[in-house]
């Protein structure tokens, strides 16, 4: 039991890690995009570097074996490319047109559509107190977002940057569960399925770049945007490193129970803003509450069902 306890507890603390990372990332890329380097070149320009990166780690800490595909070459790639060509690719294009709000809700969405894969390939359905739980998280982020001005929202709305936020999102929840089942279900590490699945996804990052590129979609970044945007392009390559967090966080709590996590990123983001002098509302105090007292009830039913499992053995 105090074994179980201590893992638990790691997986949060390996989630913690990557919605802090990811909390992070988000003001960094809107800055990034804003100073003049596109989407295109943004995801390039992250997941050229931080792919080698994650590779150089895999090789160092599990070998040169580990950095062998044993015949999932092509599993590899495909998911590596929805993960992170389609994740980067249409957020960073998608928040151009759309507003920060909508972004950090859409994102949020992830463990309901995370439970509608699940119901979709399982034909089963989550019982009533974790869907509860996901709900009331979501009901919080979107507190903290809006503040409780739903009018600013529906002012702010691009229906183009809203439809390619929510394909990021639906990319980024169908990759995490195949790298579930690539940790679960064959041993890999979740070091190895990040290091493989991301730089086979880059190969696709790098194609369509180029095409993009030939096509007048994408355009070099300029000197001056590069040297606007260096401190976030160092934020970004790092935070691909909490991938491996999220694999690993994933791999122990599970796809729906992991993702409720995500619903803390748009409150690391606020947190961001309210160091820059943000002023805190009652509302958004409220909704950071309704968040966290969400995650907290979920994560006790999850130990009170492990606890009645064991009791059964």
């Not at 070998?63 to 495909?78: D, I, R, V």
Request: glycine share 8%; net charge positive.
């Amino acid at each position: 039991m105090g074994i179980n306890r201590q893992f638990s507890c790691r997986s949060i603390v390996y989630l913690l890690i990557t919605v802090i990372g990811w909390g992070i990332m988000y003001p960094a890329s809107k800055h990034a995009v804003s100073s003049g380097i596109d989407g295109y070149y943004l995801t390039f320009i992250r997941y050229v570097l931080g792919a080698m990166l994650v590779s150089v780690i895999l090789i160092i800490l599990e070998g040169k074996k580990s950095y062998q595909t044993e015949g999932k070459t092509l599993l590899l790639w495909f998911f590596g490319s929805i993960g992170f060509a389609g994740l980067n690719f249409l957020t960073f294009i998608g928040i151009g047109y759309s507003s920060a709000e909508h972004a950090t809700i859409i994102l949020a969405l992830m463990p309901l559509l995370s439970l509608a894969l699940t119901c979709i390939i399982h034909r089963s359905f989550p019982d009533s107190k974790t869907s509860f739980c996901m709900l009331l998280a979501f009901t919080g982020i979107v507190l903290v977002i809006t503040n409780g001005n739903f009018s600013h929202l529906r002012a702010s709305s691009s229906f183009i940057g809203d439809l390619l936020l929510l394909a990021a999102t639906i990319c980024w929840v169908i990759y995490t569960y195949f790298a579930n089942i690539m940790i679960s279900v064959y041993g890999w590490s979740a070091l190895r399925v990040t290091a493989l699945s991301s730089s086979l996804g880059t190969l696709s990052i790098i194609f369509i770049t180029i095409a993009a590129t030939l096509l007048g979609y994408a355009s070099y970044p300029n000197f001056q945007a590069m040297a606007a945007s260096k401190f976030d392009i160092f934020i970004l390559v790092i935070t691909t490193l909490v991938i491996i967090s999220w694999n690993a966080g994933i791999k122990a709590l599970g796809t729906i129970n992991g993702v409720l996590f995500v619903n803390l990123v748009p409150v690391i983001s606020y947190i961001i803003g309210l160091l820059q002098g943000h002023h805190v509302s009652y509302i958004e105090v409220l909704g950071m509450a309704v968040t966290l007292i969400a995650l907290i009830m979920n994560n006790l039913y999850m130990r009170q069902n492990q606890a009645d499992i064991q009791l059964l053995k």
